[in-house]
Each structure stands twice: as C-alpha cells, then as structure tokens.
C-alpha cells in the first residue's frame, strides 16, 4: 500500500503511475466546501471520491488520473493505492450519556380474536412497549396496528401459531385483529 499526496489546480489533473486495484481518499482540502476528485483508472474506470472514502476497483489498474472538476480552487489530499482492500479502525467523535431511562410499567392481557375484524387494544397516546403473542397452536392472527379494520392478507401482521409482534417503536393508536379460527382465546399481550 502507497500514500499518494497529491495538489491538483481547478480543470487539472494528477497522473499517477502505481498499480493496484483498491483507492482511499485518505483527505481532501480546498476545493470547496465538499471537495471531491475524479480518479480514473488506466482501464477506464472511474469513480468520484470525497474525503474518506474508499472503493475496490473490479480489476487490477497499472496506474490512475486525479481530476479536479470543481470550481472552487485546488485541492490538495493523499491517497491510498494497494491490492485487495483494507480496514481502517478508527473511530472519532464523542459520546454523551444521560439518565437511565426509567422501567415502564406493564400490563399484562390475556385477549380472545375472533374471525371478525374487532379492536384487540385501545389507542394509547403514551404507550411505550408492545408484545403480542399468538399461544394458539392452530390459529393464525393478523393484526392492523393504523385502527384499520384488520383482514387476513398481506395488509396486516401476520402472527402463525407461536410467533411474536414485538416492534422497537411501538404504535399508538387502535389496534384491531382478526384470526384464521372462529375463537382464539390464547392471545398473550404485555403493553407498557
């Protein structure tokens, strides 16, 4: 792997004879506010790259052009030519942490859907955690989780004997069900 500095004037370019089949634009300055470079290969391959990124030509190059098509003056920056494609590690920026969320209480249901689209939950404005389970070990439910009336099809959740509904951002509004079965006692909800 060979760093390549390079400084490229506006409409210029930057020849560069180095083999190899993967770039990194290490950095990029001037050129604007988002500079950019043109790098082409001696196959004809050609990619733009900002500051950062890197990208595995499809086959081995002998040697690239540096483009600079903006308008905004020279860039000057260094490259990463080599074989193949490496990883770069680091990681910069800040982490900030706050207060432990507090637990949410829950309640738990035991709910009954019919073959008849019906409300299985209540809107809930502040509700913060879902689980639907279906403890059938024969019918399947679909749940509309938009108040809609739910029906057995592709416009629902569908939940086959056992399976769960456990969405990260959980919705707030009516939820309405139907089953495969006339009865299905065995829906187990946990809301919070």
Known sequence: MEPINFSVAVGASFPVDYPGSFIRCVSLAGGGAAPRIRVKTNNGDQVL??????????????????????????????????EGGFDDDRISGSVSVSAAIPGVAHTTAKKTVTNASGTMLAANASRAYLFIQNQSATGVLYIKTDGGTAVA?????????????????????AISAIGSIASNPDIHVIEG
Not at 66 to 76: D, F, P
Not at 153 to 173: H, M, R, W
């Open 49 to 82: 790259l900002r500051g950062g990124q890197g990208v595995h030509i499809g086959r081995p190059f002998k040697a690239i052009r540096i483009t600079n098509e903006e308008a905004a003056g020279t860039i000057t920056g260094e490259l990463l030519i080599g």
């Open 153 to 173: 099809d592709a416009t629902c959740v569908q939940l086959n004997p056992g399976d769960v509904y456990e969405p990260s951002v959980p919705p707030t509004g």
